[in-house]
Structures are given as structure tokens and as C-alpha cells.
């Protein structure tokens, strides 16, 4: 079992809201970990868009917009990046990432189809 | 503002040794508060971090699971850059390599432009 599941797609439409979930193995708690997520468009390298561990334990990238969130799902064993209001310039894919055992672990990427 | 630049071959023979480079604007391989990595990206869009070499007092590096044994990461303070050596490659190596700061927060927030690496008689 990988230690991080994302969908591989999702689509949704423009001015909605996507949640795009990051679940982690059974064995570990999302409680315990920083989720870190990027986002990735065709042709460039990942950016960092933001981490999540709790409400009082988070931080923006530079220059993310707002509408870009972070959370957990305690009861799924998950991280979720929620992005408010879609535009077409969200259409990417979205990695997230942990550090886990002495290494900094990814998921497979979620892409993500504003339509 | 932090720079890196990869430079190295793009075909690499199997069997043989993928050697990158990347050099550091902006910011110094000795950093006390960064980590200097290599990430690649698969064909099928998968990231893998393979490991990091970072200075605190003394030099430290870390390397991934999939990868260790085959892999090293040094710092050449003289030239603030960092390299990446990879020995006995297959074609499962094929994948655009990164190299990618992490920062004092642990985000990574500078990354190279990618190379693509083909390993392919």
C-alpha cells in the first residue's frame, strides 16, 4: 500500500469548489504529520502552495491565494487541499508531500480539470 | 531571490553512471538553515525525492529507500553547487531530475529548471 493515495483526477467546474484528498496509510496518523502541497502545470517544475498540520500550525506560500486551504479528515486519515472559486489557471496537478522515516515521501498527483 | 541551474548529459548508457550538477544563486551550499535536493519525475508523472545533503556544523545526507547504494549527493562548497551521481542505471531511471531547495520551513521553494535523463543504448 503506497503511504500516500490521491485521486488521479478530478474535474470540477469553474467558480466551484474542488477538495482534493491526500489519504495516508493506515499505519500512520495524519494527526502526526505536516501536509505539504504543491502544484505543478505542464512544462515547469513544482510550487509550493501550502502547509497544513492544524489551524494554528499552517503556512501560505508566497503569493497563494487565499482560496487555496488546507485541512485533515481525521476520520478518513487524510489531508485535504480545498480550493474556493476555480479558475481556469487552476487546471494542474496537485502533489502533496510528508516527511516520513527519514525521507520526504509524495503522492501520485491529482489532476485536476477546471471545465 | 534563489536560483538553481542543473546542467549534465541527457542520455545516459545502462549500465552506466547519470552525474547532474547544480549550481546555487541566492543563497550558499553551507546554508545552516536549507537542505539542497534531487527529485525526479517519472514519464508517468510520479515524484520521487531520492535525498539531500544539507550542512550543520558538519555535513549530513539523507537518501531515499528505492535509491541508497547506488546513489551519492556532495556539496562543492568551492563552487556553491551540488551534484547528484547515480550509478549502474536502467531505463527505469529515465525521468526529469530536479534539484530543489528546502528551506527553513522544510518547504521546497526554489527548484532547478528539470533535465531530462534518458537512459537508453
Known amino acids: 500500500q503506497a503511504v500516500l493515495t490521491q485521486p488521479s483526477s478530478l474535474s470540477a467546474s469553474p467558480g466551484a469548489s474542488a477538495s482534493l484528498t491526500c489519504t495516508l496509510r493506515?499505519?500512520?496518523?495524519?494527526?502526526?504529520?505536516?501536509i505539504y502541497w504543491y502544484q505543478q502545470k505542464s512544462g515547469s517544475p513544482p510550487q509550493f502552495l501550502l502547509r497544513?498540520?492544524?489551524?494554528?500550525?499552517?503556512?501560505?506560500g508566497s503569493g497563494v491565494p487565499r482560496r487555496f486551504s488546507g485541512s485533515k479528515d481525521a476520520s478518513a486519515n487524510a489531508g485535504i487541499l480545498l480550493i474556493s472559486g476555480l479558475q481556469s489557471e487552476d487546471e494542474a496537478d496537485y502533489y502533496c508531500?510528508?516527511?516520513?522515516?527519514?525521507?520526504?515521501?509524495f503522492g501520485g498527483g491529482t489532476k485536476l480539470t477546471v471545465l | 531571490q534563489v536560483q538553481l541551474q542543473q546542467s549534465g548529459p541527457g542520455l545516459v548508457k545502462p549500465s552506466q553512471t547519470l552525474s547532474l550538477t547544480c549550481v546555487i544563486s541566492?543563497?550558499?551550499?553551507?546554508?545552516?538553515?536549507?537542505?539542497w535536493n534531487w527529485i525526479r519525475q517519472s514519464p508517468s508523472r510520479d515524484l520521487e525525492w531520492l535525498g539531500r545533503?544539507?550542512?550543520?556544523?558538519?555535513?549530513?545526507?539523507d537518501y531515499a529507500l528505492s535509491v541508497k547504494g547506488r546513489i551519492t549527493i556532495n556539496p562543492d562548497t568551492s563552487k556553491n553547487q551540488f551534484s547528484l551521481q547515480l550509478n549502474s542505471v536502467t531505463p527505469e531511471d529515465t525521468a526529469v531530475y530536479f534539484c530543489?531547495?528546502?528551506?527553513?520551513?522544510?518547504?521546497?521553494?526554489?527548484w532547478g529548471q528539470g533535465t531530462l535523463v534518458t537512459v537508453s543504448s
Open positions: 493506515s499505519d500512520i496518523n495524519v494527526a502526526n504529520y505536516r
Open positions: 541566492g543563497d550558499s551550499v553551507s546554508s545552516n538553515s536549507a537542505a
Open positions: 545533503t544539507y550542512y550543520r556544523s558538519k555535513w549530513y545526507d
Open positions: 508531500v510528508i516527511w516520513d522515516s527519514s525521507a520526504w515521501v
Open positions: 497544513y498540520s492544524s489551524d494554528s500550525d499552517n503556512q501560505q
Open positions: 530543489a531547495r528546502n528551506n527553513q520551513l522544510n518547504m521546497f521553494d526554489s
